[in-house]
């Protein structure tokens, strides 16, 4: 096999790029087919990007795997924009060559220290989405199961699963039915606020939604979608659910079931004809309320994590 060469990233590397990308996720429809004008789009036009984490294998002069490393603030609400992490958020390569995938993840992991933080992570959805949410498995940053060659070298480079998710799909055959809570609810459904920066930026070339649900004018609950336009391989749009959450005291009431019921007839009235959600994999009260509403298991997914020890100093 001829010699392996990292470089970094330049757009000359993004039509081999993109078409190693679709090449080895061809099989899955929820994640997105790239061309170069969308990569550009949608992750290199984000204001975090740095193009020097961007790793690309090359062999021959031809791309042969890439990996992207970041040191970037979280994009949820609770994330602190000004606490930047380091991580692996991409790592694309062919299950024939498992040497590139090693190099890969050494280089970036090399990359990553220059933080001087000791907690690592790769494809961990603990601190946000940065750059491939909407593209990648509905926005779950998190390697895919199916993808055993990437799994490999991530634990060869010494990242140990911290975190595992199960991701479960919908079709949307016909517009869905309301379901009917124990308790008077009231709906309210408006563009999702975004309360930093970081949050807003990563949902660039989408419009997420909120719907939240009141009981006697107190908000009790709401549910957080979004319709993916990108998924080409599913022929039509899909509606993700990014956010569900219902207070406390007002559970096992039906609440969470008719968020859901109601964002996916917003969704079906908008053209979506598929839906997709990520849930904790331990979490049974979850899988329980959306498989009442016919959502069904597709593919189990894995956050990992790399303990590093401190830089040592120079003399």
Not at 56 to 85: K, M, N, Q, Y
Request: with cysteine; aromatic share 10%; charged share 20%.
């Amino acid at each position: 096999m001829s010699r392996l060469r990292i470089e970094t990233y330049a757009h000359d590397y993004l039509e081999g790029m993109t078409a190693l990308f679709n090449a080895e996720t061809a099989f899955e429809p929820h994640v997105a087919p790239l061309t170069p004008d969308r990569f550009i789009e949608l992750v290199e036009r984000k204001s975090y990007f740095a193009k020097d984490g961007l790793l690309v294998a090359l062999r021959d002069g031809t791309v042969a795997g890439w990996v992207h490393a970041c040191i970037a603030p979280g994009s949820e609400g609770h994330h602190d924009p000004a606490s930047p992490v380091p991580r692996i958020r991409m790592l694309v390569f062919p299950r024939t060559d498992l040497r590139a995938g090693y190099t890969l993840v050494q280089e970036a992991t090399t990359w990553l220290k220059q933080s001087g933080q000791t907690h690592l992570e790769a494809m961990h959805a603990r601190v946000g989405y940065p750059f491939y949410r909407g593209l990648w498995f509905g926005g779950e940053p998190m390697s895919a199961m199916t993808l055993p060659h990437t799994q490999m070298a991530l634990e060869v480079g010494g990242y140990k699963t911290a975190q595992e998710s199960i991701f479960i799909t919908k079709q949307l055959d016909q517009a869905p039915q309301p379901w009917t809570p124990s308790v008077p609810v009231e709906f309210v459904e408006q563009p999702a606020e975004m309360k930093h920066e970081p949050m807003r930026e990563s949902w660039i070339g989408f419009c997420p939604m909120r719907t939240k649900a009141f009981v006697a004018g107190e908000e009790v609950g709401s549910i957080g979608w979004v319709l993916q336009p990108y998924l080409d391989r599913l022929g039509a749009p899909c509606m993700n659910i990014w956010g569900l959450g219902v207070r406390e005291a007002h559970r096992r009431q039906g609440i969470a079931a008719a968020l859901i019921a109601r964002a996916l007839a917003s969704a079906y009235a908008q053209g979506a004809r598929y839906a997709s959600v990520g849930t904790q994999l331990w979490n049974a009260p979850a899988h329980a309320t959306y498989a009442k509403l016919g959502f069904v298991p597709h593919a189990v997914l894995a956050g990992r994590t790399l303990e590093s020890a401190q830089p040592e100093e120079a003399s």
